[in-house]
């Protein structure tokens, strides 16, 4: 069964800099995708970023893009969301989720969308202070 562990979550003030980690065990050969979501006090779950295992293709939301790094480890069970510029808004619990891939032509391609994503972390805090 997929397992997904997320740490490195906590308070720092804007402009600041915290990489969130999530472990992942027990993956099945389909699930390629792995992404971060996030979601603030009273707003829905939005995708921040998302990587292709294996092949390194990321993909980001406009809002965290050139602030954000997603990556992952050499043995692809470990995926890192580098958060730098850090800004108010920012603040949220942060979610790491894996899943499926999609196709569009041909092409294999990582989705950024809740529904997309069956297996779930239990979500790390993230607070950013003005």
């Known amino acids: 069964q997929v397992q997904l562990v997320e740490s490195g979550g906590g308070s720092v003030q804007a402009g600041g800099s915290l990489t969130l980690s999530c472990r992942g065990s027990?993956?099945?050969?389909?699930?390629?995708?792995m992404a971060w979501f996030r979601q603030a006090p009273g707003k829905e779950r939005e995708g921040v970023a998302n990587?292709?295992?294996?092949?390194?293709?990321?993909y980001y939301a406009d809002s965290v893009k050139d602030r954000f790094i997603i990556s992952q480890d050499n043995d692809k069970t470990t995926v890192y969301l580098q958060m730098t510029s850090l800004k108010p808004e920012d603040t949220a619990t942060y979610y790491c989720?894996?899943?499926?891939?999609?196709?569009?032509?041909?092409?294999?391609?990582?989705?950024?969308?809740?529904?997309?994503?069956?297996?779930w972390g239990q979500g790390t805090q993230v607070t950013v202070s003005s």
């Open positions: 989720a894996a899943g499926l891939p999609k196709s569009y032509a041909g092409v294999r391609y990582c989705p950024l969308t809740e529904p997309d994503f069956r297996r």
């Open positions: 027990g993956f099945t050969s389909g699930i390629k995708c």
């Open positions: 990587i292709y295992i294996g092949g390194r293709r990321t």
